[in-house]
């Protein structure tokens, strides 16, 4: 299922593999910081945050592939 098909509300942990390219937001659990925009690779894995301790949870917020998944620009 593409990133734009998935459902907003899906919520991912530190620890667990990327399924989509894209925007991230991160929620701080405890407080410890604001919410943070990040960019992430299909395949890597959610980070820790150093601060709460891998509490807080990821929210895809865009879809973006790779410019390498992107025939157009294949060399």
Not at 2 to 26: K, M, N, T, W
């Amino acid at each position: 299922m593409s990133a734009a098909r998935q459902p907003a509300d899906r919520v991912f942990s530190p620890g667990e593999l990327v399924p989509f390219a894209g925007i991230y937001s991160y929620l701080h659990a405890n407080g410890c910081g604001a919410a943070s925009e990040i960019i992430l690779l299909d395949g890597e894995v959610f980070p820790h945050c150093r601060q709460c301790g891998g509490e807080g949870n990821f929210r895809l917020l865009r879809g973006a592939p790779h410019i390498s998944e992107d025939a157009d620009f294949y060399e």
